[in-house]
């Protein structure tokens, strides 16, 4: 049977894992919102709409930004998660009994 120590490690390693990888997420949807959107944000007409050698681009990319700011807070939930503080059974037991 695995002890309590190996599945606090396992718990933090994953939250470890799952903040980089939403922190990865939050730069490249912040890159893509950067390079569709903000950087022609002046050629989009009344309708959403962008004309750029001869191809037509809408006004979605504000999707990019949400995704962007979901990993964000994802990011910070699993910085929470890995640094939440673990307390042993005892200490535990002790705390209950007040």
Same mark, same amino acid.
Not at 40 to 57: K, M, Q, T
Not at 65 to 78: C, E, K, M, Q, R
Not at 91 to 96: A, Y
């Given at each position: #049977?695995?002890?309590?120590?190996?599945?606090?490690? #396992?718990?933090?390693? !994953?939250? &470890?894992?799952?903040?980089?990888?939403? $922190?990865?997420?939050?730069?490249?949807? &912040?890159?893509? +919102? $950067?390079?569709v959107y903000?950087?022609? *944000?002046?050629? +989009?007409?009344?309708?959403?709409?962008?004309?750029?050698?001869?191809? $037509?681009?809408?006004?979605?990319? +504000?999707?990019?930004?949400?995704? @962007?700011? !979901? @990993?964000?807070?994802? @990011? !910070?939930? &699993?910085?929470a998660v890995? &640094?939440?503080? *673990? *307390?042993? $059974?005892?200490?535990? *037991?002790?705390?209950?009994?007040?």
């Open positions: #049977m695995w002890g309590r120590g190996i599945l606090a490690k #396992m718990v933090r390693l !994953l939250a &470890g894992i799952w903040t980089l990888a939403s $922190v990865l997420l939050t730069i490249w949807f &912040g890159r893509l +919102f $950067v390079t903000w950087n022609s *944000r002046a050629c +989009f007409d009344e309708n959403g709409r962008c004309f750029l050698d001869g191809v $037509v681009h809408h006004d979605t990319s +504000f999707i990019y930004l949400w995704i @962007a700011s !979901l @990993a964000a807070v994802s @990011a !910070l939930a &699993g910085v890995a &640094g939440w503080p *673990r *307390r042993s $059974v005892s200490q535990t *037991r002790s705390f209950l009994r007040g």
